[in-house]
């Protein structure tokens, strides 16, 4: 069973690794959300545009808030998986707890990120639509 002990920690860490990556990728859309705002309260002439480009950024950031809470999921349920285990060691426990927790910062700090690109969005859009 070392194999799986070994298998089941880098399952373990490409989770946490996942998920933080989607919450990276939903912070720098959520700021690149922010920067479409900004312009397109400047700049009247391209509010349009720029409220085009902040929705996407948006659903962008929504995107990647889906997938780390997927991977939230996927980590939880390995912890499940491997409580419910007869033969699971405590290191592997350790592995798992880690990744759950390292996945839920991930998922809560995307998640954050999207609710404010979305309010951005719509900001931009308001703007857009008084521009008009």
């Known amino acids: 069973m070392s194999g799986h002990s070994k298998f089941a920690n880098i399952a ?9 990556a989607a919450a990276n ?13 900004n ?4 700049h009247a002439t391209s509010a349009a545009t720029a409220a085009s480009t902040a929705k996407a950024n948006a659903d962008a950031a929504q995107a990647a808030a889906n997938k780390a ?3 939230l999921a996927e980590a939880q349920k390995n912890l499940t998986d491997l409580q419910n285990r007869a033969d699971v060691t405590d290191e ?3 592995a798992a707890k880690k990744a759950v927790a390292s996945a839920q910062t991930a998922a809560d700090s995307a998640n954050s990120a999207a609710s404010k690109a979305k309010e951005l969005a719509n900001t931009a859009q308001s703007t857009a639509n008084t521009a008009k």
Do not use: I
């Open 39 to 42: 312009k397109a309260q400047e």
């Open 12 to 20: 373990h860490k490409k989770a946490a690794n996942d998920a933080a």
């Open 92 to 94: 592997e426990l350790t």
């Open 69 to 71: 809470n997927a991977s």
């Open 25 to 37: 990728t939903a912070h720098a859309t959520a700021t690149a959300a922010q920067t479409a705002a």
